[in-house]
């Protein structure tokens, strides 16, 4: 089994910065494939942005790229999400997802139903 356990999450005015970390424990050599997911009131769980451990390559929702960075300290088994020019849209729960060697390609690194392990979500707020 593998642990995530989200954290940084708050409230923030529109333009600010945030940054979201992800901290996983248990059986981390399992997980190769690292994803953030969000969640609004009243909508469907969407895409944000993953990467692959190994080699660092990451994806990103159409709505963030530009704005949002993921990034991962192997040695500390944790996963960051920096958001930059927050929006209101931008408020949701946003969660952690980790998965076993996922096809590159964002058609399925998108996928909530590809990702094993779910951290418990960590609200963002931004006010307009």
């Known amino acids: 089994q593998v642990q995530l356990v989200e954290s940084g999450g708050g409230l923030v005015q529109a333009g600010g910065s945030l940054r979201l970390n992800c901290a996983a424990s248990?059986?981390?050599?399992?997980?190769?494939?690292m994803g953030w997911f969000r969640q609004a009131p009243g909508k469907e769980r969407e895409f944000v942005a993953a990467?692959?451990?190994?080699?660092?390559?990451?994806v990103y929702a159409d709505s963030v790229r530009g704005r949002f960075t993921i990034s991962r300290d192997n040695a500390k088994n944790t996963v960051y999400l920096q958001m930059n020019t927050l929006k209101p849209e931008d408020t949701a729960i946003y969660y952690c997802?980790?998965?076993?060697?996922?096809?590159?390609?964002?058609?399925?690194?998108?996928?909530?139903?590809?990702?094993?392990?779910w951290g418990q979500g960590t609200q963002v707020t931004v006010s307009s």
């Open positions: 997802a980790a998965a076993p060697p996922l096809a590159t390609i964002i058609q399925v690194m998108s996928k909530p139903d590809e990702y094993d392990y």
């Open positions: 248990g059986r981390t050599f399992t997980i190769y494939t």
């Open positions: 990467i692959i451990l190994g080699s660092g390559a990451t």
